[in-house]
């Protein structure tokens, strides 16, 4: 079945770059998702990217996929404290209507 | 534009009481509406996905159910509350047309039985 694994926790001091890994098993994932959820908060949708693509840069955020090793990363530059939270990768479940599978989650800790 | 509203903020039941969760959206029609669980350190678990009014798919056995009466209300209910069923609660929209399969996540309600 579809899985998405992430590390637990990264920690990074501030103004260095978090890059936070993912990985994913359905191959026929359209898109696939970075969600960021803050203490007591609901998920915000931070970037997606389409499969056909290697890389996306959105001003401090740059996504890369590697769809031969099914490989999904965010990088975060110059990471500041207001960063600090969980970050979910997701793929869409090909089984499914669009439903998305999340990972557990990268809780990133940003030391000043 | 679209805004998800989740009602209410927090919720402390007792064990055996009822549920009853509410999720609306405005300013979309037809959307694919979830509903999540998190428990504490865990990540996301789909409990309910709707596509329509009426038309509810359960993704795991509980004692927990769903209806959408109306297409933008997405409702989850129980008859009686087990301590299991502590979490946050997170009910998101999906656009019902083909397109990118984003969701759009409310801000959650967080449940404490006792």
């Known amino acids: 079945g579809e899985d998405v694994e992430q590390s637990l926790f990264l920690s990074v001091r501030e103004g260095d770059s978090s890059v936070i890994n993912c990985t994913y098993t359905?191959?026929?994932?359209?898109?696939l998702y970075w969600y960021k959820q803050e203490p007591g908060a609901g998920l915000q949708l931070l970037t997606y990217i389409f499969s056909n693509m290697d890389m996306k840069q959105d001003q401090r955020l740059t996504v890369l996929l590697n769809k031969k090793d099914k490989h999904l990363s965010l990088r975060i530059a110059d990471t500041q404290t207001g960063d600090s939270a969980i970050y979910f990768c997701?793929?869409?479940?090909?089984?499914?209507?669009?439903?998305?599978?999340f990972g557990k989650g990268t809780k990133l800790s940003v030391k000043p | 534009s679209q805004t998800i509203h989740q009602w209410p903020a927090t919720l402390v039941q007792p064990v055996g009481s009822p549920l009853s969760l509410e999720c609306t959206v405005e300013g979309t029609s037809n959307p694919n509406l979830y509903w999540y669980r998190q428990a504490a350190g865990r990540g996301l678990q789909l409990l309910f996905y709707s596509v329509g009014i009426g038309q509810i798919s359960s993704e795991v056995p509980q004692n927990l159910s769903a209806s959408r009466p109306q297409d933008r209300q997405f409702i989850l209910s129980s008859k009686k509350l087990l301590l299991s069923d502590s979490g946050f609660y997170l009910c998101a929209w999906q656009p019902g047309l083909a397109g990118t399969d984003t969701q759009y996540f409310g801000p959650g309600t967080r449940l404490t039985v006792l």
């Open positions: 997701a793929e869409v479940d090909g089984g499914s209507q669009g439903n998305l599978i």
């Open positions: 359905d191959s026929s994932s359209t898109y």
